[in-house]
């Protein structure tokens, strides 16, 4: 059974950096195509794409909202995935959620929410002002 783990939310202030990582267990990052994203959804709002990774090298995508200012990145060895998060700002705050897609890619569609199957429990960000 394929299950996923978020960790590393907490409280930061305007202009500060948190890592969130993404566990994955039941299968490996190696040997298989896969898609990983990461999700946000504040209070009152739809839960949103932040930024994704196909295996095929790595390939990812970024919501415009946090185009230079996030990373996201694997570690096979650890079967972990990150979102290095850089100059965070108030509108940053959502609970994140980390979602795996396997057997395939899922290329430019990655950061579609509906696309895939297997999600965390959230990791809650909040960033005061």
């Known amino acids: 059974q394929l299950q996923v783990v978020e960790s590393g939310g907490g409280l930061v202030q305007t202009g500060g950096s948190l890592r969130l990582s993404c566990a994955a267990s039941g299968f490996t990052f190696t040997g298989t195509s896969y898609a990983v994203g990461w999700f946000r959804q504040a209070p009152g709002k739809e839960r949103e794409g932040v930024s994704c990774l196909n295996s095929s090298g790595g390939r990812t995508n970024y919501a415009d909202s946090v185009k230079g200012r996030f990373t996201i990145y694997r570690d096979n060895a650890k079967n972990t995935v990150y979102l290095q998060m850089s100059n965070l700002k108030p509108e940053d705050t959502a609970i994140y959620y980390c979602?795996?897609?396997?057997?395939?890619?899922?290329?430019?569609?990655?950061?579609?929410?509906?696309?895939?199957?297997?999600w965390g429990q959230g990791t809650q960000v909040t960033v005061s002002s």
């Open positions: 979602a795996v897609f396997y057997r395939s890619e899922l290329g430019a569609l990655c950061l579609r929410k509906e696309a895939y199957r297997y």
